[in-house]
């Protein structure tokens, strides 16, 4: 069985020779890239395990890949992925809950904080025994896990209540698209904040955290404002709600 790989995603020298050093013991191929880019190359390569990724990065950031994985899973699978950053506030925690990350580590961590964070992900992706059935997750498998997991958590189990819920957003959807693209075209930029922020919490509540993610993304550019970058999370979140 090939070794396996560890993708490090860090762009300060420094804190990426602490984690070879601190992982250099455990059977494991360490691959470091210093930017997005770079670390989805690594990833379309094959053979990663693990995803160990900075927030503050050159040009995308680690939310942005984690969006991007979300969006997009390589080979067809979730990796499993670990924030390691200074920058975990409560609300940066709530949204990276949100995106279903593996795990938060905060920085500065031990040599057996690290230890500890790959050898559970490995744990994680061991082979089954040779006895057992062999299975696979889809895309649509990942739906439904998220429904699942929406109904358990925000509808105490009932899933009743859940699709009666549903069914009044999929009502207000095609009012909202209006309601956006008028407030894109008149740029007006805090109606289209306010907008965002009530999607943002429907789409989670509904079983949809990567399009709530892009939703949070959305209203953060509508506050400063950025023109460019409200338009197109506004163009990716419109698309998403037609096909609902």
């Given at each position: 069985?090939s070794?396996?790989?560890?993708?490090?995603?860090?762009?300060d020298?420094s804190?990426?020779?602490?984690?070879q050093?601190?992982?250099?013991?455990?059977?494991?191929?360490?691959?470091t890239?210093?930017?997005?880019?770079?670390?989805?190359?690594?990833?379309?390569?094959?053979?990663v395990?693990?995803i160990?990724?900075?927030?503050?990065?050159?040009?995308e950031?680690?939310i942005d890949?984690?969006q991007?994985?979300?969006q997009?899973?390589?080979?067809g699978?979730?990796?499993p992925?670990?924030v390691?950053?200074?920058g975990?506030?409560?609300?940066v925690r709530?949204?990276?809950q949100?995106?279903k990350?593996?795990?938060?580590?905060?920085?500065?961590a031990?040599?057996?904080?690290?230890e500890?964070?790959?050898?559970?992900?490995?744990?994680?992706?061991?082979?089954?025994p040779?006895?057992?059935?062999?299975?696979s997750?889809t895309?649509?498998?990942?739906?439904?896990?998220d429904e699942?997991?929406?109904i358990?958590?925000?509808?105490?189990?009932?899933?009743?209540?859940?699709?009666?819920y549903?069914a009044?957003?999929?009502q207000?959807f095609?009012?909202?698209?209006?309601?956006g693209?008028a407030a894109?075209?008149?740029?007006?930029w805090?109606a289209?904040?306010?907008?965002a922020?009530s999607?943002?919490t429907?789409?989670?509540?509904?079983?949809?955290?990567a399009?709530?993610?892009?939703?949070?993304?959305?209203?953060?550019a509508?506050a400063?404002?950025?023109?460019?970058?409200?338009l197109e999370?506004?163009?990716?979140l419109?698309?998403?709600?037609?096909?609902?």
């Amino acid at each position: 069985m090939s070794t396996p790989k560890v993708l490090l995603v860090e762009d300060d020298s420094s804190i990426a020779r602490f984690v070879q050093m601190a992982l250099e013991e455990l059977p494991i191929e360490l691959v470091t890239c210093a930017n997005v880019p770079d670390a989805m190359q690594a990833l379309h390569a094959g053979g990663v395990e693990l995803i160990i990724t900075d927030l503050m990065l050159p040009g995308e950031s680690g939310i942005d890949l984690v969006q991007r994985l979300l969006q997009e899973p390589v080979h067809g699978r979730r990796i499993p992925v670990a924030v390691f950053s200074a920058g975990l506030t409560p609300p940066v925690r709530e949204q990276l809950q949100a995106m279903k990350v593996w795990r938060m580590v905060s920085k500065p961590a031990s040599v057996a904080e690290l230890e500890a964070c790959v050898t559970d992900a490995l744990a994680l992706v061991a082979e089954p025994p040779a006895n057992a059935p062999a299975t696979s997750t889809t895309l649509a498998d990942e739906a439904a896990d998220d429904e699942a997991q929406a109904i358990a958590t925000h509808f105490a189990g009932d899933e009743f209540l859940f699709k009666a819920y549903r069914a009044s957003c999929l009502q207000q959807f095609p009012a909202d698209i209006l309601q956006g693209d008028a407030a894109c075209t008149a740029q007006d930029w805090p109606a289209l904040r306010r907008l965002a922020h009530s999607l943002a919490t429907v789409l989670l509540t509904l079983g949809h955290p990567a399009q709530s993610v892009r939703a949070r993304q959305l209203e953060n550019a509508a506050a400063q404002p950025a023109p460019e970058a409200c338009l197109e999370h506004w163009r990716l979140l419109r698309a998403f709600l037609l096909q609902l």
